[in-house]
């Protein structure tokens, strides 16, 4: 019987080599950090920079490229830091730019590198931008660099088009005038507290460059673009005529969504990016209908990488997981780019739990499932996932297969779309509560002061501090993974996988010297043993020259 690891992970002195050479983005594991959940170091309950640079080590140890940092702007935090006050300021729950500072310096002294999240679709209702665009009134110069317009209907009452929020009801807010008449509408396509920039203005465009060089200047080396695929409305902002939008999205070209005008905006700030040194990326957050609408975001003088939310969204079947493989593939490799991979993150039901439940029931899931069954298929396909060529993104906590919490009460619940009568189930907040670091501890280890979102109490054995050192721990399996990712020179970037002959439910493909075997069917199957098993997610048996894989269950080898 093999057991789960059989490889030591890549020594410390790895991490440097990765970190420096030449496209590190094309094979890089990227970490994302959800700054308010990850460590509190002054007991306040909330997690902020300074408990993330106190984490920083274990980050390195664990094998990871680069951090992604979630927004920690000054902002009213309407949306979890994504309605952004002002773009060059922290705001004071997460600490202050000399905070910042320390921890990008020490990242890279670590050999980490730093993304920080842009959010450049809309704003903050408190920016000072819209602010004053409120106190002018009607005709103030400041209105031109949002959306505002006159209502229709008899006397204004009516939304000026027909555009569904994201979060649900109109994408549109009327306000009262400086005289405390029923004025003009502005358009957010997310919550009334983020009003959508209007992009044909230059002053916008100006500013956001200026932001970009203020970070880069910092020393950050890239962005991960909020809403990429948003920013440019279609001309005349024209009905849309279908009262159940939000089922379109991500299957049609909306008028507001994936306009071809913001790859004009993305070729000018690639321009800046590449003035400065050391490799600085974009990343795109960019919900298209197809993964080659994706591929547009990504040609050589855009930007840098694109999330895969066609792979994301993908149920743990072997024929689904093949054909957005192979789609993926294709798509991008007329552009140049890597493909990326990823499973979770900080807007969508973690995927242990995901995979606990039924396929389609979707990316936002309300019940537990089978616990078992879920961490068994997560850990088999985070293995699949750094097995593909291209660029992996782990969301904090996956490590450590941690669940969803579907179970938290109506009054700790934070997600604006939860308290909104339609659009995003609102139920974010079950993959944002707070990692457990040790077993004992008011918040296990995340801070002082409790945790803002309460933790389950089974989380004290899912905990950092319980996994370290345990044979078959989940953390273990991620550390051992990104280990021998580092020291196989045929996994990480790469334009194409040699799929070979399997049974039904299972993937099996080649890169070179390097074989992985997926069994994603309910049964155990029998396959050639390819060579050396290098590591697998869970016991497997080996006999003459054959291998007896169990169901959702992946295994590496190796024929070196």
């Known amino acids: ?26 094979d890089a594991v990227i970490y994302q950090v959800y700054p308010r959940s990850f460590a509190d170091s002054n007991g306040d309950g909330m997690g902020d920079l300074e408990g993330v640079r106190s984490r920083l080590p274990y980050l390195r140890d664990l094998g990871v490229d680069a951090v992604w940092l979630s927004p920690f702007y000054a902002s009213p935090q309407a949306d979890a830091g994504y309605d952004v006050a002002d773009y060059r300021a922290v705001d004071p729950m997460f600490g202050n730019l000399l905070d910042a500072d320390a921890l990008i310096r020490d990242a890279h002294e670590l050999n980490l590198r730093i993304i920080v999240d842009l959010v450049p679709n809309h704003s903050s209702d408190q920016h000072e931008w819209f602010k004053r665009a409120l106190r002018e009134g009607p005709g103030s110069a400041l209105r031109d660099r949002y959306h505002f317009r006159p209502g229709k209907g008899e006397n204004g009452e009516l939304p000026p088009n027909d555009w569904e929020s994201i979060f649900g009801g109109p ?4 306000v009262t005038e400086p005289d405390g008449s029923p004025g003009e509408w502005y358009l957010h396509l997310f919550a009334p507290e983020q009003p959508d920039f209007n992009w044909e203005h230059p002053a916008v465009g100006d500013e956001f460059r200026s932001i970009l060089r203020f970070w880069l200047d910092m020393g950050v080396d890239g962005f991960r673009i909020d809403v990429a695929h948003g920013m440019v409305k279609a001309e005349g902002l024209p009905d849309l005529g279908d009262h159940d939008q939000l089922k379109l999205l991500g299957n049609d070209v909306m008028p507001f969504f994936d306009q071809d005008g913001v790859h004009d905006i993305y070729r000018q700030w690639r321009t800046i990016l590449d003035e400065y040194p050391g490799e600085r990326i974009f990343v795109a957050e960019a919900w298209t209908p197809t993964v080659e609408r994706t591929a547009n975001y990504v040609r050589p003088d855009e930007l840098h990488q694109a999330f895969n939310f066609q792979y994301l969204g993908t149920a743990w079947d072997a024929a689904e997981l093949r054909e957005v493989v192979d789609r993926t593939l294709e798509a991008m490799a007329p552009v140049g780019a890597p493909a990326t991979w990823v499973l979770s993150n900080h807007d969508v039901t973690r995927h242990a739990t995901r995979f606990a439940n039924p396929p389609g029931l979707g990316t936002q899931i309300r019940t537990a499932g089978d616990r078992e069954l879920g961490l068994r298929r997560a850990r088999a396909a985070t293995l699949l ?16 297969g941690l669940p969803d ?5 109506d009054d700790v619940r934070q997600d604006p779309a939860y308290f909104r009568g339609a659009g995003q189930d609102g139920f974010r907040d079950g993959c944002r509560v707070p990692i457990p670091w040790t077993r004992e501890g008011s918040s296990y280890g995340f801070g002082a002061g409790g945790s803002w979102l309460p933790q389950p109490a089974s989380w004290a054995e899912l905990s950092v501090e319980a996994q370290t050192g345990e044979p078959g721990s989940t953390l273990e399996l991620y550390r051992t993974a990104l280990g021998l ?17 399997a049974t039904e439910g299972v993937l099996a493909f080649r890169r070179g010297e390097f074989v992985c075997v997926a069994n994603t069917s309910g049964e155990s199957v029998t396959t050639p043993s390819y060579g050396r098993v290098l590591l697998t997610s869970g016991e497997i048996a080996e006999a003459d020259g054959e291998t007896k894989v169990p169901s959702d269950t992946t295994v590496w080898w190796t024929t070196a």
Do not use: I, K
């Open 1 to 26: 019987m093999s057991q789960q690891h059989t490889a030591d992970p890549a020594p410390t002195s790895a991490v440097a080599t990765v970190a420096r050479h030449r496209d590190w983005w094309r």
């Open 171 to 174: 994408a549109w807010t009327r």
């Open 385 to 400: 996932m750094l097995a593909l060529p291209g660029s992996a993104y782990v969301y904090q906590g996956e490590e450590l």
């Open 405 to 409: 919490v579907v179970d938290l009460s």
């Open 485 to 501: 990712r580092r020291s196989q020179p045929d996994l990480g970037a790469g334009e194409s996988v040699e799929w070979l002959r």
